[in-house]
């Protein structure tokens, strides 16, 4: 009975089609997505365009004209200067053909009309300057022999940090937008999850009614529309998986098994949540659906897959949120495989996963339960 | 008009779910614009939760403790190693950095490697602000030891200088409206995400049940020309699109006030409801497909997901890949973000008239081709079904 | 006396305000194709519902087989099968599966169940159509699709609740007749409908049914016999003389006749030559005749003169 009922509750899960084809393509599409979005963040190849800026000398400055013409000597120089005066420069400026105005005085001032990324990089760039030429000006003063050495040292990078993060650190903050796909590919068996409830609900389908007048025990029909309900899932989210770390490359960690096995929980979270939901009340299949659908968006949401950051404002103003809720728990079992070379935190939020998927497995059991209903 | 009342009558009937959806949906634009104002402010004068063990104990390592203490917060953490990963999965602590025994005497040789020990969830932007920040230091340091100075004078003479601030002036007179202007566009930018997926859940659901095959069929019998037809059903849908227009921007202005009545405020509503005929465009031409209902959610997701992150809508299109840039702008989207950065002038996007225009114009332009591609599938279909 | 196999005493069944079963007794022989005739919306489904232990009630006693029914009697569920109102078939199985697959939730022995799902296809004309998704399937082949997945089990009670709704004349000429094999063979069958013509052409024994009270039960005979009215004779006439009339209405079996629109009908209630008397009096008066009808009473003038209203005027959907 069990088998048989897994056979062909397998059969139908597999045979909606178009389904299927979509929950493949969601995890196809938008890791593809990610890739190519992120590609340049991803590798560390952003190359900035030249950032144009404007000089306007009011006091010369030797050492600031030398640094202009042996940044614009390199082979791919990080900004293109040009001298001009005031006036000019700000007009320049507002028209958006320099980004910033260094005004060269006694001291480094700058002028910006916008505040971003290439303002960040100029800002910095005169930061350096200013306090590189401060070093400078005091060796010259003091010790005017030592000043090539000390040159030479401020044009080194200093090396001075050694990470000792567990697993080499290999971590990316561009990863956490794929361990949160697979989360949502595995968590979107909460469509799956509804459709068990109210298929083998008497009073919320036909084929339910039909079900529940055969001589079968209802828990045993329930574990094996469950089971099959997981194996689909399971399915689509090792597709994904596969597809994130063997085409696109992602590193998720030295432990692949792993990786899958966390996909694999996931989704047992999320067809114990949908299950559940379907099991309340005697709403439509089609609200269920789009109330689990909402429901789960939302957790990805939390978790951080539409705004990478989220995981960790949520962290610090409502940290028992990131211990409840799925989708974040899910998306910190990979997290943590790519991070950790020790398992306990893993353990941790397995367990956590666990003990939600046997809390709404076991209620959605408790609402079905009854096969008696007032109503049909 | 019978076609049209049937709409409305179908749509009153979707009314509670899709209430729900642009709720949750709200809900999540709300706290994203939140959350990337906190973390917008967050970067420029973030201090972060350091905590430092001194194993060298000299004059220049506590120098190293007190220019770490200037720029952020110093914490305590306990030695055992599992402590402090988990006061790092927790943020807790965002580095925990040993200083190496014999730091002092390293840096007297003018080596510079090896100098600290970090613990740290890599590749985060936080490290890697904190990295750049003690490696310039060490820099600074070195140099001035290799002028002569002891360890000692040269940390001070190092924190000295790196704490010379630079002046910059704002030419922009409204820096503090700009902050402000900031969120408003971010909150703009997320409606694109938003309204796509909350019209593909609503609008789509609504035109499949009025395609329900026997109604369907029943239309095409009755007198009502197909042009009249598709006419009715855009008017219902545009009715329906509007209301969503209305809640989603009237949001907005309990967020922002005043200032979406502003010059660019409007600019960016005129941005915002060309967007919505746009996707409302595609809902009608994804409907056409006669899509099941189990699969919309997923659509929406791939839609609405996949668009918003190639065209920069969650992620500045600065940082975006060019092969993404490049596709993006084939995709509507991409030409509202464009529209919205111009009108608010982020992003390196400079407001021109004609610059502008172009980004409304592309979005008609996508409009106007959804509405053909419906037509034609709608009557490739209707000829093939028959 | 047979075995009884449905046994409902005093069944209660409330919806909030509405008394959807007040009181219904039935009682169900076995080897008899029992008709459950009624209104929409007078219970039956309802008591269906009860009977399959779906549905709960608040008051009565209902027993199967002798046994009382419960949502885990599994033996008695074993050896029913039902054919519900609405098809509830797996979209996403063809009607091969479709039916192995309910088939299989009653018979767990492989090679008996292939047997079963063969004969259930070949049963309800479906051999063509195996392959076939449920969508692909036309109106009347989908309710055979789905009763060959209530059947296939070789149930001893079938219930088939309204199986010919919305069906095409041939598709249910071949479900009726199929009842009347299943029940040749042996099985006990309880059949719902508002078509009367269905229940009088397969039924052994008809009970009415309204608001959700059993007002008769019988064979269609002895349902016929409980009411005044033996044959009604309609005559065409040109035109009639008071005393014609007056003589007609003095015959033994008239009760009653009515003229309208040169149309006269006569009710009558037994005697055997009603027709040839009426006629024999026109004659002499030398009226010029038109069409001439005899009605035997269906169980339409039944439910009529039982409940004063018609049972056809609710069949609209």
Known sequence: MFLHNLKYELLSNIRMKDFIFWMMCFPIALGTFFYLGFGKVYNNEIVFSKIPVAVVEVNEDEVFNTTVKSIEAEKDPLFSFTYTDKAEAEKLLKEGDVEGIITVDDDLSLTFFKSEIDQTIIKSFVEQFVSQKAVITDIAMNAPEKLPEVTEKLNAVPDAIENKSPSGGNMNPYDSYFQNLLTMTALFGMITGVLCATRNQGNLSAIGARKSISPNYGLVRLISSLTAAFITQIISVIAATTFVLFILKINLGDNIAMVYLSGAIGALVGISIGFFIGAIGRSSERTKGAVSTTVMMFLCFLSGLMVGDMKNTVEEHFPIINRINPAALTSNLFYCLSLYDDYNRYMENLLSLMIISILFITGGFLLTRRKIYENL | MKIFETFMKIMRKHLKLSLIYISVFMVVGIMMTKSSSDSEDGYKARRLRVSVTDLDDTEASRAVVDFIAKNHDIVKVSDDMNKQLDSLYYSKTHIILTIENGYSEKLEHGETTGLFNELSVPGTNMTQLFDSQLNRYIGLVSATIAGGNTPAEASAKASEVLSQEIETVMLNDSGKGSEKEDVQNHYFLYLAYIFISVLINTLCQIHLSLKNKDINNRINCSGVSSYSQLLQVMLGTFVFVIGVYVLLIGAGVVLFGGSMFTEKGMLSMLNAFVFI?????????????????????????????????????????????????????????YWYVKGCNTVMEKEGEIFSVSGFLICIGVQIAFAAAFFCLTMLISKNRRQTES | MSETVVKIENLVKRYKELVALDHLNLEIKKGEIFGLLGPNGSGKTTAINCLLSLLSYDKGDIEIFGEKMTPTSYVLKKRIGVIMQNVAVLEELTVYENIDFFCGLYVNDKVARKKYVQEAIEFTGLEEFVKFYPKKLSGGLLRRLNIACGIAHKPDLIILDEPTVAVDPQSRNKILEGIQKLNSEGATVIYTSHYMEEVEQICTRIAIIDKGHSIAVGTKDELKNMIHNTETIKIEVMELSDEALKRIRELEYVYKTTIENNLLEVYCSGGTHNLMDILNILNDYGTLLGRIYSEQPTLNDVFLEITGKELRDTEGQ
């Open chain 2, 277 to 333: 005929i746009v996707v409302m465009m595609i809902c009608l031409f994804i409907s056409s497909f006669s899509p099941s209902m189990d699969v919309i959610s997923l659509i929406a997701n791939v839609i609405g997901l996949g668009m918003s992150f190639l065209c920069g809508v969650f992620v500045p299109q600065q940082y975006l890949g060019d092969v993404a840039l490049s596709i993006g702008k084939f995709l509507p989207v």
